[in-house]
């Protein structure tokens, strides 16, 4: 017999399988979600299960609504973000139902999807501090290019001031940032 959260782990990773971007031969979700879940079992090994199913289904069938769907511009980018974590956290929360989760542990994973609580709730920034490194050690490379200096600075800035200050300090010895953004780190 499968545990929960063996079920809702493989229920989000059959989910992902679907994406059909690929990146380093599968589906670029299912890899994602796997990189959350190796970064999150490195820098929080006691995490709970909600906080385990919250990282692996943290961009759970993204592509199906794509960014273009919403206006250019920053207030465009953020409703599609918004609208992406309240779509990742239903589908979350129903996995969990399905898996056999009471609803305090389904809701606790849905606020971590939404971010609601950053910087107040240990478990959301955790998840948010996950997010974070995964984006520096698997996509942040491959991404700089596409953006101007100034921009890429602004963006690295940005992500470092949603990291908790443990975060920012471990992000610092872990990765050989150049200047300035070693610098958005320490601020």
Known sequence: MTTPLARALRAIDAANSADPTIEASQPAALLYGQRMSS???????????????????QHIERWLLPRAEFPEGR????NWRREQGRRHAERVADIMRESGYDEDAV???????????????????????VICFVFVRHYFAPFAPSQEPEALLKIVQKTARKMSPEGRARALAEFDLPEPFASAFRD
Do not use: N, T, W
């Open 39 to 57: 970064e999150l079992a490195r820098l929080f090994p006691d995490a709970s299960e909600p906080l385990q199913i919250a990282a692996r289904g």
């Open 75 to 78: 207030e465009g980018y953020l």
């Open 107 to 129: 809701e606790q994973a849905a606020k971590m999807l939404r971010k609601e609580g950053i910087k107040r709730d240990a478990e959301v920034q955790a998840l948010e501090d």
